[in-house]
């Protein structure tokens, strides 16, 4: 499914309103900066490519909003743009890589006027949307060739279509994976806090007709332990030079888990989600959000008033409890410093 795309007859972009699944499926127009900002804080949008497809798009819808021919006064409103954006989420790196790229769109075109350097960020916006498409289909065949015939997979959080421009990460590589028969069945971890596993990634097994069974976060061990999880495969928002994943609270423990009863754990990432910038998973920054994610399931309140609330949105997996990261360009299997270098391209 379409993710977001822009419309070049609004010049704005359109996106799912992934608030709103599995209930309703409804198509929404961000058409300023502070709307494309407040899709990624409130996650409308979310998924670290995705986020970093709508980034890119926000830069252009921002640069379509400037009036006048000034260059000088462009570039100044320019950085407001990129400013607002890089303040929405810290920890999925694809958002500040898609950045960069469109800030290298303006020094290269720095020679055309205002009009022309505005359209040459509107391309590369519908570029980098064509790109992760592509990418995440290679990824799916390269991850594909490492499970058997019937292997039973559980995934954690949402790595799907909704989490990218299409395809997906994890579930792209679970969807190449079950076209080639080696797929039996999908085991999704519902979430918690948000619920991303319930709600999105058994949406999109169902829409798809992949065998698909919901599964408390904390029945893992127990599912393992009954010989039902064959891999485990999920995505990445950042990932360290070293191979330190972080990604969806609760991502750790399952690692953990999977080790314990010998189940190969996989992550599934574009080379971007790799920050050859940070040593180890300890620099990567890790958002904390909203107690209210906690507090409540939708409007319903859970817990008592007055009690203290801790809600890190991602924590961080060690390279050596994974198995391999899959990327567009192979597998690093096991990850480490030298393997993730040869990947790099």
Known sequence: MDTLRWLDEENCIELIDQTLLPGKFKYIKAKSIEAVAKAIEILQVRGAPAIG?????????????????DKEKFYEY?????????RTRPTAVNLFWALE????????????????????????????????????????????????????????????????????????????AYAKGRIERVYADETRPRLQGAMLTAFEMVQEGIPCSLNCDNAAATLMARGMI??????????????????????????IVSKAHKVPFYVAAPISTIDYSLKSGAEIPIEERDGDEVR??????????????????????????????????????????????????
């Open 230 to 255: 064959d891999a485990v495969i999920v995505g990445a928002d950042r990932i360290a030079a070293n191979g330190d994943t972080a990604n969806k609270i609760g991502t750790y423990s399952l690692a």
């Open 53 to 69: 497809v709508m980034a890119a798009m926000g830069v252009a819808l921002g640069a379509t909003k400037f009036r006048g021919k």
């Open 78 to 86: 320019m950085e407001t743009v990129f400013e607002r954006i890089e």
């Open 101 to 176: 790229r469109q800030r290298g769109i303006i020094a290269k075109n720095a020679g055309k006027d205002v009009a022309g350097i505005t359209a040459a960020l509107i391309e590369e916006g519908k570029k980098m949307r064509v790109e992760d498409i592509k990418i995440n289909k290679r990824m799916g065949a390269n991850g594909a060739k490492l499970l058997k015939k019937g292997s039973r997979v559980m995934t954690h959080c949402n790595a799907g279509s909704l989490a990218t421009a299409d395809y997906g990460t994890a579930l792209g590589v679970i969807r190449a």
């Open 296 to 345: 409540k399931i939708g409007r319903e309140v859970i817990c008592p008033d007055g009690v203290d609330i801790v809600n890190y949105a991602f924590d961080v997996t060690p390279a050596k409890l994974i198995a391999g990261i899959i990327t567009e360009n192979g597998v690093a299997a096991p990850p480490n410093r030298k393997n993730l270098a040869k990947l790099r391209k």
